[in-house]
């Protein structure tokens, strides 16, 4: 077993492969090591099953940070075109689902064997299976503790992600290292994870669940229009994931179903053209028939579209286009796609991700502070930052 390298990179997710194989190539002699018995778990499990690796939209206006340049540096210097190129080398299938986002025709695991592919081309080396009990500066560089010994190297890079799906492995041992050596965290919560509702909110939309339908959801100024989902925990589906990087307890959000629809206008034509139908029927034309009922139901509102008034069926199409409400929380780090915050910027260079006042020390992928919105984005930011440091050190 190799114990002295130049490099240790602890974490073989996305940011950790990705970061030994550009350390390799560029000559330095690589050590990679995972408490996990298999790399790249969370690539399997990704995209259902079929990876979103990347967004061709990328760009840091995607990602949430305390500081919006941080990105930058890492993602203009290795960008989806050179992840796709790598992708097309291995002859990987590929298709854009929608919005830009990028998924395998087959299978995750592609992703996992291009990976380790050229980690194995470039000469890296790792150990999984292997419980990391401690990390401590030498004069040369680092010195890292195991279940197998002891592992030395000039650099250490700390891949080891957010605390997202405990049950997979997660751990907050990055940030754990971060204060060891001094590196301030910024306040981490599950992100990118469904919200969840009060017990007589939840109890209301109980018949709801499993219904969903294209919306709108607004938090302040941020707006993200994909599908909602009604679950028996509250809400889901991609706008929902997406809007809970941004949403914090105690705020409310807005719900738009069907926003490219003008329901007050379409209720109002629909009063005129059949006035003997009613609201919930006309309701029903455009959204799925339980919302629709669900929506009369709450308004209080019966009888036929002749008899309601003009106003009364503006509310009634508030009450779908502009819903307030407020989630009582998430469903937390259980089943959340990432972590929100993390080791704060300000003690990393952008172009290296390593540590200003450490020498030797990188910190890259999901552990950072730096969060991308739903659909390739985190991949992106993983191969970006991994690629970064494997560059400088
Ligand atoms: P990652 O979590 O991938 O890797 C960390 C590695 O460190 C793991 O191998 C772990 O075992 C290891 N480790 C942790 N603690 C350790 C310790 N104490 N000692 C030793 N090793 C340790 N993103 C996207 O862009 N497209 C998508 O399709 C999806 N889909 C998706 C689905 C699901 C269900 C989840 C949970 C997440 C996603 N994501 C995603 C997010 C994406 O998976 C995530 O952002 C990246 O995997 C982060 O890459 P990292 O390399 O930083 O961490």
């Not at 790598?86 to 992703?111: P, Y």
């Not at 017990?199 to 709801?208: G, Q, R, V």
């Not at 069907?258 to 379409?266: F, G, R, S, V, Y």
């Not at 952008?350 to 200003?356: D, F, H, I, M, V």
Request: charged fraction near 20%.
């Amino acid at each position: 077993m190799q114990r002295k390298s130049d490099v240790i990179v602890i974490g073989a997710g996305a940011a950790g492969m990705m970061c030994a194989i550009r350390a390799a190539q560029r000559g330095r002699s690589v050590t990679v090591l995972d408490h996990a018995r298999a790399p790249g778990e969370k690539i399997r499990i990704s995209g259902g099953g079929r990876c979103n690796f990347t967004n061709i939209n990328a760009g840091p206006k995607n990602f949430l940070s305390a500081n919006p340049h941080f990105c930058k540096s890492a993602l203009a210097r290795f960008t989806p075109a050179d992840f796709i190129a790598m992708v097309d080398r291995h002859g990987i299938a590929w298709h854009e689902k929608t919005l830009g986002q990028l998924f395998c025709d087959n299978s995750a695991k592609d992703i996992i064997f291009m990976l380790l592919d050229e980690m194995r081309a470039a000469g890296a080396v790792w150990h999984l299976g292997v419980e990391i009990s401690g990390v401590e500066k030498t004069e040369g560089g680092f010195r890292v503790s195991t279940s197998e010994g002891l592992f030395e190297a000039a650099s250490l890079v700390i891949a080891t992600g957010g605390k997202s799906i405990p049950k997979m492995g997660a751990t907050g041992f990055a940030y754990r290292i971060a204060e060891q050596f001094g590196l301030a965290v910024t306040e981490t919560r599950a992100a990118l994870v469904p919200l969840t509702l009060d017990p007589t909110l939840l109890e209301s939309i109980a018949p709801l669940s499993g219904i969903s339908a294209p919306a709108e959801i607004r938090h302040g100024k941020t707006a993200f229009r994909e599908a909602l989902l009604f679950t028996h925990r509250g809400l889901s589906g991609p706008a929902i994931l997406q809007i809970s990087s941004y949403w914090r307890e105690g705020d409310a959000i807005t719900i738009d179903i069907e926003p490219d629809i003008d329901i007050a206008a379409h209720l109002k034509k629909a009063k005129q053209v059949n006035g003997r139908q009613s609201a919930q029927t006309a309701l029903g034309e455009i959204l799925p028939k339980r919302l629709a009922q669900h929506i009369v139901e709450r308004e209080g509102v019966s009888g036929n579209m002749a008899d309601l008034s003009d106003k009364l069926l503006t509310r009634l199409a508030d009450a779908a286009q502009n819903w307030s409400l407020k989630p009582s929380g998430s469903e937390g780090y259980r089943t959340a796609e990432v972590t929100f915050g993390g080791i704060d910027t300000a003690a990393l260079d952008s172009r290296s991700l390593q540590a200003k006042d450490v020498a030797g020390l990188y910190f890259i992928g999901e552990c950072v502070d730096v969060t991308g919105w739903l659909g390739g984005y985190n991949f992106q930011w993983a191969w970006a930052s991994g690629f970064a440091a494997g560059e400088a050190l």
